[in-house]
């Protein structure tokens, strides 16, 4: 009976370490995506919401290595070998479920963050300031359809426009193309503003994140019972030493 049950736990264990592999390599891969799509927009972020996607992918890389050691200590029933890999498992679901809880921490606060890096950009929009600033913030505000911080009137003290209440173009529909003068203002603006509409496309980022760990954690805490009883089987009933 003990040798059925330790059999079909070494080799549930070596299928749990294949499954943790191929989640280690998601896990990289939600990390460097993360990484890339944030990239982008590194002007209007704070560096905390790199810091995740950065853990992620050193994550993703040291559990594809650590699950090789999973899969030798599991098919060889190495007693010292499973110990070492629940050992590093233990410490990197520490690590883990601290990203975990760090990533739905900021995730709650992924507006207002967003809202005071954009605040600090917004003088320098414009011919005077920075290029990389401007071409984002027309960027965000086309791609998003938003206008200012909170609302459209966020730009009339940067611009100066509070006779005329002018606003930057990318802030209005327009049509590409169209041959004639376009004055975008406060009444023809969009009306979501850009730490909405922007902060919520930048929540949703690090929401994957918390779901790629939390999921991760779950398989991580199956590995680790799995080897720890593995190693305690092997070395009371089969002394498996090396």
Known sequence: MWSKLF?????????VNFIFLITGIIVLSVGASVQSAYNGYHPFLSERFFSLPAFCIATGVIIFLIAFFGFYGAYTENYIMNMAFA???ILIFVFQ????????ALR?????????????????????????????WDQVQEDFECCGVVNA????????????NGLPISCCNHIYGTVQTFNCTVDFAYRVGCSEAFGNWVQSHAASIGAAGVFLVLMQALAVAGALWMAKISREERGAYP
């Open 7 to 15: 059999t079909t736990v070494k080799y549930t264990l070596v299928t």
């Open 87 to 89: 050992a590093a498992m």
């Open 97 to 104: 479920l601290s990203a975990c809880i760090a990533g739905y």
């Open 108 to 136: 709650s606060n992924t507006v207002p963050l967003v809202q005071q890096q954009l605040m600090t950009t917004l003088d320098l929009y414009g011919p005077a300031g920075s290029v990389e600033v401007t071409r984002l």
């Open 153 to 164: 009137s966020d730009w009339i003290i940067p611009l100066g426009t509070q006779e005329t």
